[in-house]
Every structure is written in structure tokens, then in C-alpha cells.
């Protein structure tokens, strides 16, 4: 008997290298994906779906597994497959795409499902898509309600209004409509002298050995510290010239946060068209892109080179920080609020809540901890939870209760911490938790001016 025959006789079989094999691809186009890497590696562990705070409490929605790699599988297996209609319930609070372990590109999936969606699915002469038309363009009704900002403020305050666009538009008559200022912060820089003055008031507080070309910024300050809450987009600009940085703010549009979350990629291009143009010859020249909102840095950072191919977008992303993100970076801010003390209005406790937009970025902390030493005042993190507005999610009256489900356990920690007043980054987080909790809310760039900037 050979030693193949005999039974008792182990031969171990040649391994294999693999060089026998042509490998097998799933999806043989995937130069033509257009996604970022990770499009094909979810191998379905769930915890996008454990992450989701729609689908904790929305028992209809199937979560971000199934938005994302599920439905993009389908897309390239069934040229007729149609978009779900859930799609329109992610919020695109993005904490799918933190969570997931292995770089799926979840929100890229979600954009670019939605934006299907809308475009060939939805119709156009739907209450639905008119109204997330209005909403996505904030920045046009804001540009508007500045012209007569005290009438605005009041009618859309108004109760028989709200009930109105709440029967016919679905925009929640809970929803307290945000005040617009008296006075655009466009209007205050340009009247302030602008740029001009801005490079004057930097040098007088730069060090005289600093080299001038290190200190120069390009302010995106969005639609919201343009027209309601102008307090945030001076403090920056006193708090970046306090430290010798000279701002410019260059011409630009709503970064197209709201677009992405309503399916309308055409009009956010449109606005990514002169976000980009403008920072990128500023970027040439030497500046650095700061916003003071974490979904205006997130959207030029991550969602324009992941969705829109415009010349310069790889620039302006590499080169745009949030704006106290680039303080810890780039200045010795924690040494000078170590230094300071909080006196007056600020000299307060605060509960932080870190928007989603912002933990995307790794700024999760920041507040909490560049506060910690900062005389006069406490700050307490709120929790990892999600405030449940995301932008314009919580504007639509279909979604308003599940938005409030979903802040709730924010607004009890809020309750249960020692300050009566709130602080985020995010302005959209800051209505929800004023809505929840009916407390004032700052952004950190305030009290950052409060403790260094001589009033
Ligand atoms: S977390 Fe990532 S890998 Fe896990 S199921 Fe979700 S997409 Fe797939
Ligand atoms: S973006 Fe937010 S709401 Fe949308 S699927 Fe991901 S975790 Fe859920």
C-alpha cells in the first residue's frame, strides 16, 4: 500500500497562496464608485445601527446598515431599484460614520441615496419637498426676514401663523422661530471697517518678533451668526484679533449642511461652488479657513470632497478648523484662560453639549476641557446623547416628537447639572436646548471673550 492509500498516513495538502486564483470581485466597477475607500467593507457587525438615535427611538426606521451599504449594494445589483422612502428620516446627525469600525462611508452613501431620492423619486409639486425646499435655503428666507428683522421675529412668533404653517407647510407650531438681529453681522464688519481695520487692531496685539504670515484667517461665519445670532461672529472676530490674528471674511454662501440633509445636492454645489472658489484663492495666499458652526466645518471639510469635484475643494478642506478647535492649535489659549478670570454676565455655570457635527471632528472635549482651569466659571458635559434636532429635522412636523424623544435624556442632564446655562457649537443644537430646558445658551468663542477681550 503507498502512503497515499494508507489511511493512517497524513499528508499535508500544498498551501495555498492564492496566485492560482483570479480574484473575485463583487462589484468589478469599483474605480467608478466614486465613494471614498471602505464602500464595500461593512461586514454587517451592526453597530452603526446601535449608534443611530433615529432607529433608538423610531421603530420604522431600518438604521443606518441598511441605508447605507445594504441599499448601495442594491443600487448596483438592480439598475431599477428604487430608493427607499425612509432615507428621508436619517437626520444626518453623522454619528453612524464615527461609529462605524471599519471606515464604511456611511454619510457619503446617505447623501448621495437621498439626493437620488429627491431627485428622481420625489415629486416636486409635493407639500413635502416645498417645504424642505424652504428649509434647506434657510439662508434665502433669512436674507429676507433681515430686511424688516423686529416685524420677522414677531409674525413668525406669532401663534395663529405657526398653527397656520404647521396645518399646511408641516413646520411645528412648537418651534419657537430664532429672533433675527437688527443688524447683520455683515453689516456690523463692514461698518466696523472691515478687513482693513481688522489687520490694524491684529497688529497692535501681535508679538513683535511673530511673523505676520502665521496669523491670518478666513472667516466662514454661515447663515445663522449672520443673521440671528451676531454675538458668536464678533466674538470671534475680537477673540482671533485679541491673539494678533488678522480676519478677512471673504464672500460666501449657506455651506449646504441643510441641503445635504434634504436631498438637494444640485443647490449645494451651487453654494460649495463660491464657499470654495473664495477660500481657496485665501488659502493661496496664506490664510486658514475657521467657522464658527461644527456643521460649516464638517461640511467643508469632509462633505464637499466626499460629494462635489470642484477645483481647489481638497485645499480648502485640508486647511478649515473650527474656530476654538484652531485656538488649542495654533495660540496659547489655554494658558491665557488659565490666567483669566470671568466676571459678570458669564460668571456662571455651564452644561456642555457637544454637537454631533463637532464629535465627527474629534472636538468633543474641547470646551470642557479648555474651560476646566477658567476662573469664575464650572462647565459640566452633558453626555454623548444627541440633541435630536439635526438642522432641519426637528422643523418638520412629522418629525417633531421623535426629535424631542431624542433630546430627552440631553435636556434631563442638563436638569441635573449645577448650571442653568447651556453652551454648544452648534446653533441648531443650542434652539433644541432652549427649547427643552428654556435655558440661555452660549457659544464657547463668548465666554473665550469674556475671559480675554477688554470690553
Ligand atoms: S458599523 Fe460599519 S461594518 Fe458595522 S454594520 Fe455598520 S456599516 Fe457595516
Ligand atoms: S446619520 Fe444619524 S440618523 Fe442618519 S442613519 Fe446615521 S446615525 Fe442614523
Not at 389 to 406: D, L, R
Not at 433 to 440: A, I, Q, R, S
Request: some cysteine.
Amino acid at each position: 500500500m503507498s502512503d497515499a492509500e494508507d489511511p493512517t498516513t497524513f499528508s499535508p495538502a500544498e498551501p495555498t497562496t492564492g496566485e492560482e486564483f483570479e480574484p473575485v470581485e463583487v462589484f468589478p466597477d469599483n474605480d467608478d464608485f466614486d465613494l471614498r475607500p471602505g464602500a464595500d467593507n461593512c461586514y454587517k457587525c451592526s453597530t452603526c445601527d446601535t449608534n443611530c438615535p433615529v432607529a433608538e427611538v423610531d421603530d420604522d426606521f431600518p438604521g443606518p446598515k441598511f441605508q447605507g451599504p445594504e441599499q448601495w449594494r442594491l443600487t448596483q445589483t438592480d439598475d431599477d431599484y428604487e430608493i427607499d422612502d425612509s432615507i428621508t428620516s436619517c437626520s444626518n446627525c453623522l454619528r453612524c460614520d464615527n461609529a462605524c469600525p471599519s471606515g464604511v462611508p456611511l454619510s457619503q452613501m446617505h447623501n448621495t441615496a437621498r439626493g437620488r431620492y429627491v431627485d428622481e423619486q420625489m415629486s416636486k409639486l409635493s407639500v413635502e419637498y416645498i417645504r424642505n425646499r424652504i428649509l434647506a435655503n434657510y439662508r434665502t428666507s433669512a436674507w429676507l426676514a433681515s430686511k424688516v428683522p423686529r416685524l420677522s421675529t414677531f409674525v413668525m412668533n406669532n401663534s395663529a401663523v405657526r398653527w397656520v404653517m404647521d396645518k399646511t407647510m408641516g413646520i411645528p407650531k412648537e418651534r419657537d422661530f430664532p429672533a433675527f438681529a437688527t443688524e447683520t453681522f455683515q453689516e456690523w464688519w463692514a461698518k466696523r471697517g472691515g478687513a482693513d481695520e481688522s489687520r490694524r487692531r491684529a497688529r497692535q496685539n501681535r508679538p513683535d518678533d511673530a511673523d505676520p504670515s502665521d496669523y491670518k484667517v478666513a472667516y466662514f461665519h454661515g447663515c445663522y451668526s449672520n443673521y440671528n445670532t451676531t454675538q458668536v461672529g464678533k466674538a470671534m472676530v475680537r477673540v482671533y484679533e485679541e491673539l494678533g490674528f488678522e480676519v478677512v471674511v471673504p464672500e460666501q454662501k449657506c455651506s449646504g449642511t441643510p441641503m445635504f440633509a434634504n436631498g438637494m445636492l444640485d443647490d449645494a454645489e451651487r453654494h460649495a461652488k463660491v464657499n470654495v472658489s473664495s477660500m481657496s484663492d485665501l488659502v493661496e495666499q496664506g490664510y486658514d479657513a475657521i467657522a464658527s458652526c461644527t456643521s460649516c466645518s464638517m461640511a467643508l471639510r469632509q462633505e464637499y470632497p466626499e460629494l462635489f469635484d470642484i477645483d481647489g475643494i481638497e485645499k480648502v478642506s485640508e486647511n478649515t478648523y473650527d474656530s476654538v478647535e484652531y485656538l488649542r492649535i495654533h495660540t496659547d489659549i489655554a494658558d491665557r484662560l488659565s490666567e483669566a478670570t470671568v466676571e459678570g454676565d458669564l460668571a456662571e455655570e455651564f452644561a456642555y453639549h457637544a454637537p454631533c457635527h463637532g464629535r465627527n471632528q474629534g472636538l468633543e472635549r474641547q470646551a470642557v476641557e479648555l474651560f476646566a482651569e477658567l476662573d469664575g466659571v464650572g462647565i459640566e458635559d452633558v453626555g454623548d446623547s444627541c440633541s435630536g434636532i439635526s438642522g432641519t429635522y426637528g422643523w418638520k412636523s412629522e418629525k417633531y416628537e421623535i426629535s424631542m424623544e431624542i433630546g430627552q435624556p440631553m435636556f434631563d442632564h442638563m436638569e441635573d447639572s449645577a448650571g442653568e446655562t447651556g453652551m454648544t457649537e452648534c446653533p441648531t443644537c443650542a434652539m433644541q436646548m432652549e427649547h427643552g430646558t428654556g435655558y440661555d445658551v452660549r457659544h464657547p468663542l463668548e465666554l473665550i471673550e469674556a475671559a480675554i477681550v477688554e470690553a
